[in-house]
């Protein structure tokens, strides 16, 4: 057993929730929201996330992300003033017996529904529902769909890997809902594999929060990765970018290759360009529903992506990799519902990782990794979909 296992701290938390309160200035912002447009590096960092983070980097930088909102881990920590809920949470990690995986599965399954069993607490579902309706007036639809993506302060730690370990959930609607996906969402951080690997790294319980990002859903075209570097050589005055038809998830599932192009930093021109058969795509339909649909004959030899998509991603990848000062891994999509020209979304960007550690394979030749990330941000497995 777990005698000594760390354990829910609520006097930690509380102090975490004073630091942000006396640091807040914005008078615009609540203590449990903050706009990505309008993200401070200095006041927001801590309390958003290393996923929220860097969406608000990104909107400081002026690229094209969509819009959205952070729920602060002040909302997060709110839900630990009920003592009875600290009381137990801390009984089930103590008796934890990290050998027997089978139990702690059942542990964390506990361990969740106890968490999402509490109410959020009045304040905070008043400022959520306040700034999910803000975002639909912004976005001019009554119930813009939105993903509620987990972002926990652990991102942030640069000896530890949690990507993964936390929840994500696609094409919410409604207030109520995106209430009740945060609350999952806070929930994740006590995932089976979390605890495990919180426990086998040797931190805290209580040393990680969870921030909340509640973001504009993309309906894509097209969508892909892109790497301000040639990844077989490399070479820094090239971008290569893979795209394919709808959300990616053809590629990720091993259905379609990829198409993968080339573009010149400097002269701005599609250097190469490979084109393969895309015979099939995963689109949202007019109903809300994922679904995976053949293409058009006349569409699966044609590129994916125009060359004026093409170079608008490698401009927005090297603004994106000149406001970081290093090479970068981005994520993008064409969002169908915008004019050509300004249709080119940013999604993500992060350290590009595959030169440095001296792989150099193509970046989707018989691999589909490079486009996981980006379908676990446009889609969500349909049948979570469906319990959802």
Same mark, same amino acid.
Do not use: F, K, N
């Given at each position: 057993m777990c005698e000594a296992c760390p354990i829910i701290?609520?006097?930690h938390e509380l102090t975490t929730v004073r630091s942000f309160v006396a640091t807040r200035v914005d008078s615009a912002m609540t203590d449990h929201i903050v706009w990505f447009d309008r993200y401070d590096r200095d006041l927001h960092k801590g309390f958003v996330g290393g996923k929220n983070a860097s969406l608000g980097e990104m909107m400081m930088a002026e690229l094209p992300v969509p819009p959205g909102f952070a729920v602060t881990t002040n909302a997060y920590e709110s839900i630990w003033r009920d003592g009875d809920l600290v009381d137990d949470i801390n009984g089930l990690l103590r008796g934890i017996d990290h050998d027997d995986h089978a139990a702690n599965i059942e542990t964390s399954r506990r361990i969740r529904a106890r968490m999402e069993a509490v109410p959020v607490p009045d304040e +905070? $579902?008043?400022?959520?529902?306040? $700034?999910y309706e803000a975002?639909?007036?912004h976005c001019e639809i009554d119930d813009v769909a939105v993903a509620v993506r987990s972002s926990a302060t652990a991102e942030d730690l640069p000896d530890a890997s949690f990507a993964g370990q936390q929840d994500t959930y696609l094409w919410i609607r409604s207030a109520d809902e995106v209430i009740h996906h945060v609350r999952r969402c806070w929930s994740s951080l006590f995932t089976d594999r979390a605890? $495990?690997?919180?426990?086998?790294?040797?931190?805290?319980?209580?040393?990680i929060a969870m921030s909340v990002g509640v973001q504009k859903m993309v309906d894509p075209v097209a969508a892909g990765v892109a790497f301000t570097l040639n990844p077989t050589n490399g070479d820094?005055?090239? +971008?290569?970018?893979d795209a394919a038809w709808g959300l990616g998830e053809a590629v990720v599932s091993g259905e379609v290759t990829p198409d993968n192009f080339l573009v010149d930093k400097v002269l701005r021109e599609v250097v190469k360009r490979e084109i393969s058969d895309k015979h099939v795509e995963y689109r949202l339909t007019p109903d809300g529903v994922v679904k995976k649909l053949p293409v058009e004959e006349e569409r699966r030899t044609q590129p994916s992506v125009t060359d004026e998509d093409l170079v608008g991603v490698a401009i927005l990848a090297r603004k994106a990799e000149k406001h970081y000062g290093c090479p970068q891994d981005v994520e993008w999509a064409i969002d169908r519902h915008l004019p050509a020209g300004e249709n +080119?979304?940013?999604?993500?960007?992060?350290?590009?990782t595959v030169w440095s550690q001296k792989d150099v394979k193509a970046i989707s030749r018989g691999n589909g990794d490079p486009m996981s990330s980006i379908v676990s941000t446009l889609l969500s497995p349909l049948h979570d979909k469906n319990k959802n």
């Open positions: 701290d609520w006097e +905070v $579902a008043a400022d959520i529902t306040e $700034a975002l639909c007036r605890i $495990a690997y919180r426990h086998s790294m040797g931190y805290l319980h209580h040393s820094r005055s090239q +971008v290569a970018i +080119v979304v940013m999604l993500q960007s992060r350290p590009e």
